[in-house]
């Protein structure tokens, strides 16, 4: 279990994090999302004491992070790129080495994840021969080689294509079963949706809004249904129970009043109008992203 | 700990040592240097080994029989005659008609040159030596003097001086260089081949120092650019990464000396440097490898703040011209010992290995002063590792522009 408390991170003048706490359970996927320059690689540096916080603690498994904690950390960074005169094998073994594996053990490992992300055929190739795709794979394996607690992945998926992002996917799922602590940061809110139970939205180094993912969405304010139905929408406006509603070709988006039960709703609605659809609507994570950052940078 | 900054510096040495750029370079730089420096001196003793046949238009004819005398004393290394003198008055022409026949055979390579004497007045000549090429500096230096001679003879004859005193006139003195070394003993080794010899090391120093120095950084800008640096700083220390680059970049300095002093040996073997120009190497050595260390610490600080290639190069080239500064300085040091820029340079550890491997093989440095020029190294290289750690920690996640002195003077202070 990985928590962190009261982050401060100063520069100069400028606060990079201000305040900010949260905990990852192991066996979950945390997300730390945010705008770019919200403050998440600050954080994450400071989680690999790479860099020294101004206050606050951070705690992995009961002890304050120190150099110790390398051998346990696997880390991959956003921008990507390896030594590219090198060769494949040589680069994971020398990362694998730093994290104080053997030589043959790192050697052993290598290959075999060589072969589970079906580059094996790469193996004794420069690194500059591959492509980038495959050249991510390299790194990525580069991350996890020393069998890591704690891992922190900064945009795992870019630039790959759907075929490796879901091989990837599958692969940080299969960390998950494994008892692993993951965070992982992000612009994909649609993958973030599907893959993190907890998330940290930040904002300009402050947390915007954090918890159970499932939990946040109903803070929203997640009374919204879509009503597909034959006919005229201006009766919409005649009903005190709807907030606002967006019309579309076949259906609207309408937004209940919090107090208003969906299916009381329909009840009253069916005898007005011929109805072909009816859904209760959570709201995207990538909506309430837009909305709270919109909201806390006004 | 010590296990990190193994794999590092072995990683740093291996990955370096395996690519075409340093193979080369450990080769071509010391063939570069010793062609440059010895290529000349070659050239110049090299002897002429043929015959050479001139012809010698006398108009007045008093001359051809001397020098045909007094050229027979040039020999070549078989013992036969250099030259054969051939009389041109012989030719059944006119001035300028036997002029024309022989330029042709100097065309037709019949002879090499012809030289012709035409007496003005008295003992005023005028000569001419006419052949298919300039740089005749030898065949035409020897008919200067034995004309010169001819001419000092007979004037001193007319005043009644004996031809004896013109023979002791004639016997020259030659000043033979020696350098006294610490033991009193005088050294046979010419002068030129020490001041070449410094000239070398220091040469050779400086392409290692930017060689390596250049590599060193734009692997640093390669792994700051790719953010590798990141994964390499959740690994270890910036301390075990620092002293892992240096032990690696030192392990590559290590093995090009050594191959350098291969070459260097092979070459002793072959006579083409004497065995006595290695009499100051372990001091040398010492120095070459100080210099060397203490460029390469400079090099892992500044290197950590560029972020491109353009950058790291102005900043390579700059410290390479502070090496470099000692040869501008080196004939005066040389001259006189006591001038005040040398005596400056040896305590200044950016220059004391240029100077001090200079001043070495040309004066005689107390053992005190080499003692002491060293203790400074040392302990100039600890500070700048020390200073160079501190800038290295925050250069390598540092982004974007090049951070100012000011900033970089607060990373170092923190």
């Given amino acids: 279990m990985l928590i962190v408390n009261n982050l401060v991170k100063r520069f100069n003048s400028t606060l990079a994090v201000d305040n900010i706490s949260f905990t990852v359970n192991p066996g979950e996927i945390f997300g730390l999302l945010g705008p770019n320059g919200a403050g998440k690689t600050t954080t994450i540096r400071t989680i690999l004491n790479i860099l020294k916080p101004t206050s606050g603690e951070i705690i992995f498994n009961g002890k304050p992070i120190t150099y110790e904690y390398y051998n346990v950390i696997g880390y991959l960074p956003e921008e990507r790129g390896l030594y590219k005169r090198s060769k494949v094998i040589d680069v994971l073994v020398y990362f694998a080495?730093?994290?104080?594996?053997?030589?043959?053990?790192?050697?052993?490992?290598?290959?075999?994840?060589?072969?589970?992300?079906?580059?094996?055929?790469?193996?004794?190739?420069?690194?500059?021969?591959?492509?980038?795709?495959?050249?991510?794979?390299?790194?990525?394996?580069?991350?996890?080689?020393?069998?890591?607690?704690?891992?922190?992945?900064?945009?795992?998926?870019?630039?790959?294509?759907?075929?490796?992002?879901?091989e990837v996917k599958d692969?940080?799922?299969?960390?998950?079963?494994?008892?692993?602590?993951?965070?992982?940061?992000?612009?994909?809110?649609?993958?973030?949706?599907?893959?993190?139970?907890?998330?940290?939205?930040?904002?300009?180094?402050?947390?915007?809004?954090?918890?159970?993912?499932?939990?946040?969405?109903?803070?929203?304010?997640?009374?919204?249904?879509?009503?597909?139905?034959?006919?005229?929408?201006?009766?919409?406006s005649q009903f005190s129970e709807i907030i606002k509603y967006d019309s579309y070709n076949n259906y609207s988006d309408i937004q209940l009043r919090d107090d208003i039960i969906p299916s009381e709703f329909l009840k009253k609605i069916i005898e007005k109008i011929e109805v072909n659809h009816f859904s209760i609507v959570e709201p995207s994570l990538n909506k309430i992203f837009i909305e709270l950052i919109k909201k806390s940078s006004d | 700990m010590m296990k990190k900054i193994i794999t590092i510096s072995m990683w740093e040495y291996l990955e370096k040592v395996k690519t075409k750029a340093f193979i080369i370079s450990l080769i071509i730089t010391p063939l570069l240097i010793i062609t440059v420096t010895l290529l000349p001196s070659?050239?110049?003793?090299?002897?002429?080994?043929?015959?050479?046949?001139?012809?010698?238009?006398?108009?007045?004819?008093?001359?051809?029989?001397?020098?045909?005398?007094?050229?027979?004393?040039?020999?070549?290394?078989?013992?036969?005659?250099?030259?054969?003198?051939?009389?041109?008055?012989?030719?059944?022409?006119?001035?300028?008609?036997?002029?024309?026949?022989?330029?042709?055979?100097?065309?037709?390579?019949?002879?090499?040159?012809?030289?012709?004497?035409?007496?003005?007045?008295?003992e005023f000549l005028f000569a001419e030596y006419r052949s298919n090429l300039f740089g005749n500096f030898k065949v035409v230096g020897r008919f200067e003097e034995a004309l010169n001679y001819f001419k000092t003879k007979n004037v001193l004859e007319k005043a009644g001086v004996p031809s004896r005193v013109l023979d002791e006139i004639q016997e020259r003195t030659i000043i033979q260089q020696r350098k006294i070394s610490g033991g009193g003993k005088a050294s046979d080794l010419d002068f030129l081949t020490t001041f070449f010899l410094s000239v070398v090391f220091i040469l050779l120093l400086m392409m290692m120092v930017v060689y390596s120095g250049q590599m060193l950084v734009r692997s640093m800008i390669e792994e700051k650019s790719s953010r590798l640096i990141e994964m390499l700083v959740s690994s270890s220390t910036p301390d075990e990464l620092l002293t892992g680059k240096l032990l690696g970049l030192s392990l590559l300095g290590i093995?090009?000396?050594?191959?350098?002093?291969?070459?260097?040996?092979?070459?002793?073997?072959?006579?083409?440097?004497?065995?006595?120009?290695?009499?100051?190497?372990?001091?040398?050595?010492?120095?070459?490898?100080?210099?060397?260390?203490?460029?390469?610490?400079?090099?892992?600080?500044?290197?950590?703040?560029?972020?491109?290639?353009?950058?790291?190069?102005?900043?390579?080239?700059?410290?390479?011209?502070?090496?470099?500064?000692?040869?501008?300085?080196?004939?005066?040091?040389?001259?006189?010992?006591?001038?005040?820029?040398?005596?400056?340079?040896?305590?200044?550890?950016?220059?004391?290995?240029?100077?001090?491997?200079?001043?070495?093989?040309?004066?005689?440095?107390?053992?005190?002063?080499i003692f002491f020029t060293m203790i400074i190294m040392v302990f100039s290289i600890i500070v700048v590792t020390k200073v160079s750690a501190k800038i290295f920690r925050i250069g390598i996640l540092s982004y974007g522009n090049k951070p100012s002195l000011k900033e970089i003077y607060k990373w170092i202070k923190e």
């Fill in chain 2, 42 to 122: 070659l050239l110049l003793r090299e002897e002429r080994p043929q015959v050479e046949v001139i012809g010698i238009l006398d108009t007045s004819g008093i001359y051809f029989d001397y020098l045909e005398q007094e050229f027979q004393k040039y020999k070549l290394p078989n013992g036969r005659n250099n030259y054969v003198l051939v009389n041109l008055n012989q030719i059944d022409s006119t001035y300028e008609g036997i002029k024309k026949i022989a330029d042709k055979d100097v065309l037709k390579n019949l002879i090499s040159g012809y030289l012709i004497i035409e007496v003005i007045e008295k």
């Fill in chain 2, 255 to 369: 093995t090009q000396i050594l191959i350098w002093i291969l070459i260097g040996m092979s070459l002793v073997a072959t006579s083409l440097l004497p065995i006595t120009a290695f009499k100051n190497i372990i001091p040398m050595l010492l120095y070459f490898i100080l210099g060397f260390l203490f460029y390469a610490s400079l090099f892992v600080g500044i290197g950590s703040t560029v972020n491109t290639e353009q950058e790291a190069q102005h900043i390579t080239t700059y410290l390479s011209l502070i090496l470099m500064l000692p040869v501008v300085v080196a004939m005066p040091a040389i001259q006189n010992p006591d001038f005040i820029v040398t005596k400056i340079f040896s305590y200044i550890p950016l220059t004391i290995p240029t100077v001090m491997l200079l001043r070495l093989n040309v004066q005689n440095v107390s053992n005190l002063e």
């Fill in chain 1, 97 to 166: 080495a730093l994290k104080n594996l053997s030589n043959r053990n790192a050697t052993n490992f290598a290959d075999s994840w060589l072969k589970r992300l079906n580059i094996f055929e790469y193996r004794d190739k420069k690194i500059e021969q591959l492509s980038k795709g495959n050249q991510q794979k390299i790194q990525l394996i580069a991350a996890i080689i020393h069998n890591p607690s704690l891992l922190i992945f900064d945009e795992p998926f870019t630039g790959f294509d759907p075929i490796n992002q879901q």
């Fill in chain 1, 171 to 236: 692969l940080i799922l299969s960390f998950v079963s494994e008892g692993k602590t993951i965070i992982l940061s992000t612009h994909q809110m649609e993958l973030a949706e599907k893959l993190c139970e907890d998330i940290l939205l930040i904002n300009n180094g402050k947390a915007i809004s954090s918890g159970k993912l499932s939990n946040i969405k109903k803070n929203f304010g997640g009374n919204n249904i879509r009503l597909g139905f034959a006919g005229d929408n201006t009766f919409l």
